[in-house]
């Protein structure tokens, strides 16, 4: 069904190599609470807010204007979030008893709720539940491992996917905030979400069927995982052959998949891949493959 191509994983990474990709820090403070404050509090936004972050415009755009700036998507869920966490929404005793009343502020903008909200919700009250058992949310990423803090969380259903999207993601914000400090860094993973996958696919780091992306055929849960291993894979030989750490790769493939390599409209002008690109040469854009609705991507 699908192969890994070693030959253009190489050629990816060696123009990545010419990008001087480099990792964020998470700072942005629209987004983000300040590095000073206490370590218990961003530990607690980071592990929620990444609980509920899965793909947010489905039928229709998550988007609007917040406090006179337009944000669209993950971008103005995590706005929507840093202004939640300024009135103290992240609390694990104030989550495990979260109602929706007060999940509201968080999931809607422009009078639309998210896609799955009130699934959100309980999310957020199974993280403030089994965060407040193992004696907060400091507590519970107080370990020096990737592996460990999968181990940690492998009980939360938020992040009970097997693929470990959620966890490699928080994993990415944690060790770049200077929250935790991983000794096995450097066998972690690009979190693969919907953009990642998109991307592996028309660049042919992943060789697939098109016409079967095409189809809109809906995979089974085994064949997600399978895809979606084999894509992770790909990206951590694509890491290796750049000399990149993944989390960093992850940063430029995200705002990549997003901005450049959009689901509708690929920007192949601006593309730095353009001449090594399968979807180019073949002049067919497929999305990603389609899946059973979770809540992991």
Same mark, same amino acid.
């Given at each position: 069904?699908? *192969?890994?191509d070693?030959?253009?994983?190489?050629?990816?990474?060696?123009?990545?190599?010419s990008l $001087?990709?480099k990792?964020d820090?998470y700072?942005?403070q629209r987004?983000?609470p300040?590095p000073s404050?206490?370590? +218990?509090d961003?530990?607690?936004?980071?592990v929620?807010m990444?609980?509920?972050?899965?793909?947010t415009?489905l &039928?229709?755009?998550?988007?609007g204007v917040?406090? %006179?700036?337009?944000?669209?998507? *993950? /971008?103005?869920?995590?706005?929507?979030?840093?202004?939640?966490?300024? =009135?103290?929404f992240? @609390?694990a005793? @104030?989550?495990?008893e979260?109602?929706?009343a007060?999940?509201e502020?968080?999931?809607?903008?422009?009078g639309?709720?998210l !896609?799955?909200?009130?699934?959100?919700?309980l999310?957020l009250?199974d993280?403030g539940r089994k965060?407040?058992?193992? %004696? %907060?949310? +400091?507590?519970?990423?107080?370990?020096d491992?990737?592996? @460990?803090?999968?181990? *940690?969380l492998s009980s939360?259903?938020a992040?009970?996917d097997p693929?470990?999207?959620k966890?490699?993601?928080l994993?990415?914000?944690?060790?770049?905030r200077?929250l935790?400090?991983? =000794? /096995?860094s450097a066998?972690?993973?690009?979190?693969?979400?919907?953009?990642?996958?998109r991307?592996?696919?028309r660049?042919?780091?992943? $060789?697939i069927?098109?016409?079967?992306? $095409?189809s %809109?055929?809906e995979v089974?849960?085994?064949?997600?995982?399978?895809?979606? +291993?084999?894509v992770k894979?790909? !990206?951590?030989?694509?890491a =290796?052959?750049? +000399?990149l750490? #993944?989390f960093a790769?992850?940063?430029?493939l &995200?705002?990549?998949g997003r901005?450049?390599c959009?689901? $509708?409209g690929p920007?192949?002008g601006v593309?730095?891949f353009?001449?090594?690109?399968r979807?180019r040469?073949?002049?067919r854009?497929? #999305?990603?493959?389609?899946?059973?609705?979770t &809540?992991y991507?």
């Amino acid at each position: 069904m699908a *192969a890994i191509d070693v030959d253009t994983a190489e050629a990816v990474a060696n123009i990545l190599r010419s990008l $001087e990709v480099k990792r964020d820090s998470y700072t942005d403070q629209r987004f983000y609470p300040p590095p000073s404050d206490a370590v +218990e509090d961003q530990a607690a936004y980071f592990v929620s807010m990444v609980a509920v972050d899965h793909r947010t415009s489905l &039928w229709e755009p998550f988007e609007g204007v917040i406090e %006179g700036e337009f944000f669209h998507g *993950a /971008d103005a869920l995590y706005r929507l979030g840093r202004l939640a966490y300024d =009135k103290g929404f992240f @609390k694990a005793e @104030k989550l495990a008893e979260l109602t929706p009343a007060e999940a509201e502020p968080l999931f809607t903008l422009g009078g639309r709720r998210l !896609w799955d909200f009130h699934t959100r919700v309980l999310l957020l009250r199974d993280v403030g539940r089994k965060a407040a058992a193992r %004696g %907060g949310f +400091e507590a519970l990423i107080s370990v020096d491992s990737v592996k @460990k803090l999968r181990d *940690a969380l492998s009980s939360f259903r938020a992040y009970e996917d097997p693929v470990g999207k959620k966890v490699m993601l928080l994993a990415k914000f944690l060790e770049g905030r200077g929250l935790a400090s991983f =000794k /096995d860094s450097a066998e972690a993973d690009v979190p693969v979400d919907n953009h990642l996958s998109r991307v592996a696919y028309r660049l042919g780091i992943v $060789e697939i069927d098109f016409s079967f992306l $095409e189809s %809109g055929v809906e995979v089974t849960r085994e064949e997600d995982i399978r895809l979606r +291993e084999l894509v992770k894979t790909a !990206w951590r030989i694509v890491a =290796k052959f750049a +000399e990149l750490h #993944p989390f960093a790769l992850d940063d430029f493939l &995200w705002g990549f998949g997003r901005k450049i390599c959009r689901r $509708e409209g690929p920007q192949c002008g601006v593309c730095p891949f353009r001449e090594v690109c399968r979807a180019r040469k073949l002049g067919r854009y497929p #999305p990603e493959h389609l899946h059973l609705l979770t &809540w992991y991507y």
